[in-house]
């Protein structure tokens, strides 16, 4: 027979399960091996973040796995994502990505290096097959145009890309 004792227990460890599903008990973490579990709108997640609090493993309820590193500003330097995509990236020291590097599942490799602006505005594209692309921003830091290597600019409204001949 249950009692209200036990409707009580009960009902408390069903409330600390849906708040920690929802993120709204802080989950505490005792070292560096701790996985935690999470639901998001994309799904469930077991994860494991270093003890700056940068998430350096999650796996996905498919058993998917990706890895994550980060460099002493905890900027990410290194994803392996859940579908086998590796990514190098290194950066400026306002934290903009300078470099790229994707290596895909096939074995695919592209290079990517990016130059900023005062205001950290990318302004220089290049990649390893030599394309590059210039950008343009009004006095708002907002990007209004950019040329390719093959000398066509492209202006940009309201984020449609629009080829100016």
């Known amino acids: 027979m249950i009692d209200k004792k036990d409707i009580i227990i009960i009902g408390l460890f069903i409330l600390i399960a849906i708040s920690i599903c929802f993120n709204k008990i802080p989950q505490k973490k005792n070292s560096e091996s701790d996985l935690l579990y999470r639901v998001t709108e994309e799904g469930q997640f ?24 980060y460099d002493k500003n905890r900027n990410m330097t290194y994803v392996k994502n859940f579908i086998g995509y590796e990514q190098w990236l290194k950066y400026d020291k306002n934290k903009n990505i300078t470099y790229l590097k994707t290596i895909a599942p096939t074995g695919e490799e592209t290079e990517v290096w990016q130059k900023y602006d005062k205001n950290n505005n990318c302004i220089y594209t290049i990649n390893d097959n030599g394309e590059e692309r210039w950008y343009k921003y009004d006095e708002n830091n907002k990007a209004i145009s950019y040329k390719n ?4 600019e492209y202006l940009i409204k309201d984020a449609v890309v629009v080829i100016r001949e």
Not at 47 to 69: C, H, L, P, T, V
Not at 149 to 152: I, L, N, T, V, Y
């Open 46 to 69: 077991w994860e494991r973040f270093d003890n700056n609090d940068n998430k350096i493993y999650s796996r996905n309820a498919d058993g998917e796995e990706a890895w994550y590193e």
């Open 149 to 152: 290597s093959d000398g066509k």
